[in-house]
């Protein structure tokens, strides 16, 4: 047996590449910036940062983005990346509120999310079909028949309160690239749907 393993922030955000169609597999190549928080960049210096201009390299393997000293990218910091200042013989595990609301939160795990709800609407219009594919490709298995009914109650009350608030249409967060022929409400809660699973243990842990 092996224990059970936390991955590592670098880790989860290839993960989240790979399971939304998004990773780009270039090797090779300097370093590469992809956006960060408006937050985070407001607290920096001029040119300390400078966002890649090709936007397939902020989705290549987290192996390839740049690494300052002074900088950590903001999951790897909430996942226990090492302070680049000090040495470090071994990478410590922690379990921390910012890095549940990071998951919830952050604009790289919307996108993400928004990215898999496309591949998954576009896959199949059956919606115990669309379930599987979705949770195979974050959980890697069949998920169970009680699974499937709570995450169809998810959606079917989600994509009630998201059209009863009657947001506009360019205020919800669409699958990315939109499928046409979807009810954008119901489009937007399999985002909500996505974003979910990529926020379980199960996701999280290798076990």
């Not at 966002?51 to 390839?64: A, E, G, L, N």
């Not at 928004?114 to 669309?130: C, G, I, N, W």
């Amino acid at each position: 047996r092996f224990p059970r393993r936390r991955l590592t922030g670098e880790e989860v955000r290839d993960a989240m590449l790979v399971t939304s169609d998004s990773l780009q597999l270039h090797r090779g190549g300097p370093g590469v910036r992809p956006p960060l928080p408006d937050e985070l960049v407001k607290t920096l210096l001029k040119n300390q940062w400078n966002v890649s201009p090709k936007v397939s390299d902020h989705y290549r393997r987290s192996i390839y983005i740049f690494a300052r000293r002074n900088l950590r990218f903001p999951i790897f910091e909430a996942f226990d990346r090492p302070d680049a200042n000090a040495s470090c013989p071994r990478r410590g595990r922690s379990t921390t509120a910012p890095q549940s609301l990071l998951l919830l939160n952050s604009q790289a795990s919307l996108d993400a999310s928004r990215r898999l709800a496309s591949v998954v609407l576009s896959a199949s219009t059956e919606l115990q079909q669309r379930l599987a594919i979705a949770v195979g490709r974050v959980l890697g298995r069949t998920p169970t028949t009680e699974e499937q009914q709570s995450l169809a109650e998810f959606l079917t009350k989600q994509r009630s309160s998201l059209a009863s608030e009657a947001r506009p249409i360019d205020e919800l967060a669409l699958p990315n690239p939109v499928i046409a022929h979807v009810d954008p409400y119901e489009a937007a809660a399999w985002t909500d749907l996505c974003l979910a699973l990529y926020n379980l243990s199960e996701f999280l842990y290798i076990d």
